[in-house]
């Protein structure tokens, strides 16, 4: 059974930054692409940035420049650290992991994360 636990969020001010941290658990497959979604209040569910079993990096345009995604794929987790935030990144994140073999995918019950003065 595929678990993933998420931590970090919260209320934070324009112009700081977050952290968001994913460990998956039961994840017995070796390919596979880990990533961060996020939904705001009347929005679809949209990728912010994802991390390969490879060590590969993606960013979409609006967090690029302005976030860095680690990955560990011993313990099967992610790290997002996203700066310079905005109103609009206001949110609920949410861990996804999908098996590139089967497409199968997984995700987190989400974090949210307010940006706010």
């Known amino acids: 059974q595929v678990q993933l636990m998420e931590s970090g969020g919260g209320l934070v001010q324009p112009g700081s930054s977050v952290g968001l941290f994913c460990a998956a658990s039961g994840v017995e497959f070796k390919s596979y692409v880990m990533s961060w979604f996020r939904q705001a209040p009347g929005k679809g569910r949209e990728l912010v940035a994802s991390?390969?079993?490879?060590?590969?990096?993606g960013y979409q345009d609006f967090v690029r420049g302005r976030a860095i995604i680690l990955g560990d794929n011993v313990r099967k987790a992610v790290h997002l650290q996203m700066t310079s935030l905005k109103p609009e990144d206001t949110a609920v994140y949410y861990c996804?992991?999908?098996?590139?073999?089967?497409?199968?995918?997984?995700w987190g019950q989400g974090t949210q994360v307010t940006v706010s003065s």
């Open positions: 991390f390969t079993d490879k060590g590969t990096p």
């Open positions: 996804h992991i999908r098996n590139l073999h089967t497409g199968y995918e997984y």
